[in-house]
């Protein structure tokens, strides 16, 4: 699809609520990510799960990161209330409803097996959780919702292998595989097999690359992996012939800018470089990458992003929703009635 629409001029205050009220599609988004610290304590004291800390105050206190690592310690403690079928259906429900609010129509959701597996729970019990609740979603609230499994980088490939096939039985219930977890010390060509192996099941494949680590992983996440999109990638600007082949080839980055702020990617919102990408022709989105930890949901990012980074414009709002949806993989009718409904939005919104 291409975008021809030219937006109609809106001001500054109108287009924050044409930000919340557009249709979009999310892409990049953990749902271990989505567990807020209310629902961390109840779920600890409904399964008797010890935790670290002595109240939710506490713990929200200890969201202050330095890095990615820095987060993920914190993020993988809190998984580990995680236990039954029911624990991942609620988990998923209570994101899918938030994501109701802020008018996403698609959600394409992470999610970790081995952080759950490895804790001796079922590959069952975490797939039919998420997956029920993704089905239930669609049929009450209209949100349409696919999985995408993710293998955690700091493992190694055997352990990924064994988790793909673990998957098979589930086939069904999941389009695509991703890479997570700590980047810098774990390339993307670590994973060839486990990525071609995927390749081999007509999986869709994506990746994170160039959050923290260096446009070299980039190359190797479209060159060894051959992933239809990058997660995060805005380490892209410090090569030019890389973001020459991202835009040629219009690979979608899945960028994620409160999660940037909040693990110090850019040291403030306002030095982000997504006008930068957006300007250069690439495939930008919005995201929310971990929202509970992250400080926002959709909207947040969005609203905050044009309230902080300058010169975005109306202009660039289209592009980035456009691109959510165009990007996303959905189906061609629904992608289609989404960017009409998005059209609508911003026409409306000139009247
Ligand atoms: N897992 C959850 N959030 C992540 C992020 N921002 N980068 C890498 N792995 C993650
Ligand atoms: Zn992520």
């Known amino acids: 699809m291409t975008t021809k629409f030219q937006v109609p001029a809106i001001d500054a205050q109108r287009l924050q609520a044409v930000l919340k009220a557009m249709p979009k599609a999310e892409l990049h988004m953990h749902i271990e990510g989505s567990l807020e610290p209310e629902m ?48 991942f259906y609620d988990m998923t429900r209570a994101y899918l409803n938030r994501a109701v609010e802020d008018n996403v129509v698609r959600a394409e959701i992470f999610f970790d097996p081995q952080t759950h597996t490895e804790r001796g729970v079922p590959m069952e019990t975490v797939i039919n959780g998420l997956y029920r609740a993704c089905v239930d979603a669609e049929k009450e609230q209209g949100i349409s919702s696919a999985l995408i ?125 997504i006008k930068q990408l957006l300007d250069a022709g690439l495939v930008a989105t919005v995201n929310s990458d971990d929202p509970a930890y992250f400080g926002g949901y959709m909207n947040t990012n969005f609203t905050r992003l044009f309230a902080e980074v300058p010169d975005l414009t109306a202009q660039d709002a289209y592009q980035l929703a456009f691109n959510s949806i165009d990007a996303s993989f959905a189906c061609t009718e629904d992608k289609q009635k989404w960017t009409k409904q998005l059209r609508e939005c911003f026409e409306r919104s000139a009247m």
């Open 40 to 87: 961390i304590f109840a779920l600890a004291q409904r399964n008797g799960v010890k935790l670290a800390y002595d109240s939710v105050e506490a713990l929200r206190k200890a969201y202050a990161f330095s890095d990615l690592q820095s987060f993920l310690d914190i993020y993988y403690a809190g998984a580990s209330v995680l236990l039954k079928e029911q624990d």
């Open 149 to 273: 499994l993710c293998f955690l980088r700091h493992l190694s490939e055997e352990s990924a292998l064994q988790t793909l096939e673990d998957a098979l039985p589930f086939r069904d219930k999941f389009l695509g595989v991703g890479l997570d977890s700590s980047e810098v010390g774990h390339p993307p060509e670590k994973f060839a097999r486990v990525f071609a192996r995927a390749r081999e099941l007509y999986l869709h494949l994506v990746a994170h690359a160039g959050e923290e680590g260096p446009p070299a992983y980039i190359w190797s996440a479209l060159d060894v992996l051959g992933v239809e999109r990058i997660d995060h990638g805005v380490q892209a600007v410090h090569d030019p012939k890389l973001m020459e082949r991202l835009a040629k080839d219009h690979i979608a980055l899945t960028v994620c800018p409160l999660s940037n702020e909040k693990l110090c990617v850019f040291p403030k919102l306002a030095d982000h470089n």
